[in-house]
């Protein structure tokens, strides 16, 4: 699976958008960019994902750029609930072992009052 | 429901005791996970489970060993672990064992390892 860069922490104000990057500049044509997040003593929460369309759902939008090697996760009202550790997966779509999440360090989103 | 539950929340433990923790699903799905999350680490994929049989074993130390006795029950036995088995054990399931399954998550067991 590709490899994915994420800055270690961002900080939004409560009410704002918070837009959470993503490196995966080596990934590949039938990879697919997931992202889940992780409340502080929860297991992970999937939030979206997306092959090279923009998608948007109730929690979120995900935004791939046409290159496929970035994209940026939006929260568009962050509230002080959204505070959580988000990670940015990317996963091979066929073959063997498709079933593996593999996170990286991901972004600890701090949302403020 | 989507909720998956674990059993214990909290685990102490010695080197030489023997425990189980335990995962229990009903949304009928057929595939489930362990995973181990040390402190302020991501988690990590230990074992996969798709139609109660083994699928991945992430080269994990025999001393786990995990268990599969029905699609809605995922056990893992601990005996004679370290110190250094002290995480949070995480277990999930998903539909399937495919890329666009989604995996729910339980709470996971905080396990410490005296």
């Known amino acids: 699976d590709a490899k994915t860069t994420q800055p270690t922490s961002m900080d939004c104000a409560e009410g704002r958008a918070a837009n959470l990057p993503c490196n995966h500049s080596?990934?590949?044509?039938?990879?697919?960019v997931y992202w889940y997040r992780q409340i502080h003593s929860q297991g992970p929460q999937y939030i979206i994902h997306?092959?090279?369309n923009n998608e948007t759902n109730e929690m979120a939008s995900l935004i791939i750029t046409e290159d496929r090697k970035s994209s940026t996760l939006i929260l568009p009202h962050a509230t002080l609930r959204d505070t959580a550790v988000y990670y940015c997966?990317?996963?091979?779509?066929?073959?063997?072992?498709?079933?593996?999440?593999?996170f990286g360090q991901g972004t600890t989103l701090q949302v403020k009052p | 429901d989507t909720e998956v539950t674990q059993t214990p929340k909290h685990l102490v433990m010695g080197m030489t005791n023997k425990k189980s923790l335990k995962c229990e699903q009903h949304?009928?799905?057929?595939?489930m996970y362990w995973y181990k999350q040390k402190a302020k680490k991501p988690p990590e994929l230990m074992f996969v489970?798709?139609?109660?049989?083994?699928?991945i074993n992430e080269s994990v130390p025999s001393r786990f060993s995990p268990e599969c006795p029905n699609s809605s029950l995922l056990n893992l036995h601990l005996h004679a672990l370290q110190p250094e088995d002290s995480a949070l054990y995480l277990c999930?399931?998903?539909?399937?064992?495919?890329?666009?399954?989604?995996?729910?998550f339980g709470p996971g067991t905080r396990l410490t390892v005296l």
């Open positions: 489970y798709s139609y109660e049989k083994l699928s």
């Open positions: 997966i990317v996963r091979v779509a066929r073959g063997i072992n498709t079933g593996k999440l593999i």
């Open positions: 080596t990934i590949s044509g039938n990879e697919y």
């Open positions: 999930a399931s998903s539909q399937e064992e495919r890329i666009y399954n989604e995996q729910f």
């Open positions: 949304m009928g799905h057929r595939a």
């Open positions: 997306g092959l090279k």
